[in-house]
């Protein structure tokens, strides 16, 4: 099979895939219709361009699709921006995607669609661009899993910047078991890329062995991106209580005592500079280190 022809192969696989788990996500309600729009595209592009950016994109999506479900009764009550089923929206999906698209996209030129390992001396530019994507899903997984796990824990949550005790909910407010589980959610990426990489990704030996160390990268990642975004939420996002809603709530009022934060950065801004300072310092600890 020629390259022209195993192109057209790879993005038939891409399209078909991405369209029945678009579909099969609008269907269960962890997408909207534009969300299962945006998410198709996005999705055909990743799997498209390779199966280990499809495998981080999908490892992402599914892990973090479920653990919005769980517990939902209980963030029903705390969050005023509830959503059955989670919902994402095409803005939300660009937010948590849209700069890997990008990524990926540039792979794709710099290697003409041939799928390379992380290797700094085969092409540094290279190896800068994958680990932005690595980070870039790290980051993602690690602020949705210590939200959604770290929302429903028994711990008091703690203002990142002063450590005193905040309500649940609050903008920049951590736990023990969300730190944990961001990491978890780093560590979940990093094997999906690894993985995949064994079985698709011809290596030298050598090579092949020092791609294991993408697992304690994205683990750090993923740590890292959650404390991040819990630093721009705790200064950045406004967070007050509203005595009428008895909730947390993410815009001033009336009826509304401030916790923390200024009204400068909405959640998607606020989740967006997170993905893009991990991206960036994962790319330089990936170019360092392979």
């Known amino acids: 099979m020629d390259s022209s022809s195993l192109q057209w192969t790879q993005f038939l696989i891409a399209v078909t895939v991405a369209f029945f788990i678009a579909f099969r996500a609008h269907k269960r309600k962890s997408l909207n219709t534009s969300g299962a729009i945006a998410g198709f595209i996005v999705m055909s592009l990743h799997i498209f361009v390779g199966s280990r950016f499809g495998a981080m994109l999908l490892a992402f999506f599914f892990t973090s699709s479920k653990l919005t479900k769980i517990g939902e009764d209980k963030k029903r009550k705390i969050d005023p921006e509830f959503k059955e089923g989670g919902q994402r929206n095409w803005l939300q999906v660009l937010a948590n ?6 990524l990926v996209v540039i792979i794709w030129v710099l ?22 994507v690595i ?12 939200s959604e796990l770290g929302i429903l824990s028994d711990d008091q949550p703690r203002l990142i910047t002063t450590f005193k005790p ?6 920049g407010g951590v736990t023990k078991a969300g730190l944990l589980a961001a990491a978890a959610a780093g560590s979940v990426i990093g094997v999906s890329f690894v ?8 290596c030298g030996f050598d090579i092949a062995l020092k791609q294991l160390l993408v697992i304690p ?3 750090f990642a993923g740590l ?16 007050g209580f509203c005595s009428v809603r008895q909730k947390v709530v993410g815009k001033p009022g009336p009826t509304v005592k401030k916790i923390s934060g200024v009204s400068i950065l909405d959640n998607n801004a606020v989740n967006l500079v997170s993905i893009l300072l ?5 790319s330089i600890a990936c170019l360092y280190i392979f």
């Open 195 to 202: 993985l995949l990489g064994l079985l698709t990704t011809k």
């Open 111 to 132: 290697t003409k669609g041939q799928d390379k390992c992380l290797n700094s001396n085969d092409s540094a530019l290279v190896t800068f661009f994958i680990g932005g």
């Open 97 to 102: 995607s849209g700069v890997a698209s990008v």
């Open 135 to 146: 980070g870039h899903y790290s980051c993602c997984n690690g602020d949705t899993w210590s």
């Open 166 to 171: 905040v309500r649940r909910g609050t903008n």
């Open 278 to 282: 991990t991206t960036i310092l994962t």
């Open 224 to 239: 890292c991106g959650s404390i991040i975004d819990s630093l721009l939420g705790a200064t950045l996002q406004f967070t």
């Open 217 to 219: 990268i994205a683990t």
